[in-house]
């Protein structure tokens, strides 16, 4: 089962014994907005930060060690119906993406205990490689005036996502 409503789905299929993937779409959809103000280009659902997507828990606190074993793994999504190149593709995954890897790719302890300004200190290195790629990432600072599309309406979603 993949569990993109958020938590509460994908916690009652693990407790009833059904293996489970984690990506709800308050967490780890990449097409939604960076940070919120008319900077970001058109602005969609939930407003996920770098940091927001670092914190993320792909296994839900209080689970059982049973179901908790049910919790196979995570994954990101990215929908593009609103992504016009490559360029903003980019903008949209990228920083978050490495973001998402460290936290689905290691036994990470907690996201209360995981070492963000680490994960920060790391990220320099990696826009470095963005970068030498050529990616057109979202800049910690904001976007760059070309990546900026203010006035573009968007789909934004009401009020803070619920946490399960």
Do not use: K
């Not at 980019?90 to 907690?110: C, G, I, T």
């Amino acid at each position: 089962m993949s569990s993109w409503r958020g938590y509460a789905g994908g916690i009652a299929a693990a407790e009833a014994g059904h293996d489970v993937v984690m990506c709800p779409e308050q967490h780890v959809y990449l097409d939604h907005r960076q940070a919120p103000g008319e900077d970001e280009p058109v602005p969609i659902g939930y407003v996920r930060t770098l940091e927001d997507v670092y914190r993320f828990e792909p296994v839900p606190p209080g689970l059982s060690p049973e179901a908790a074993a049910h919790i196979l793994g995570t994954q990101a999504n990215v929908w593009t119906e609103v992504m016009e190149n490559r360029s903003r593709v980019d903008y949209q995954v990228f920083p978050r993406l490495a973001a998402f890897a460290e936290v689905a790719w290691s036994a990470l302890p907690a996201p209360e205990a995981r070492d963000h300004a680490g994960f920060e200190r790391r990220m320099r290195t990696h826009y470095r490689r963005l970068d030498a790629l050529g990616v057109d990432y979202r800049p910690p600072a904001g976007p760059h005036p070309w990546q900026r599309r203010p006035g573009v309406l968007g789909r934004p979603l009401e009020g803070t996502p619920p946490n399960v």
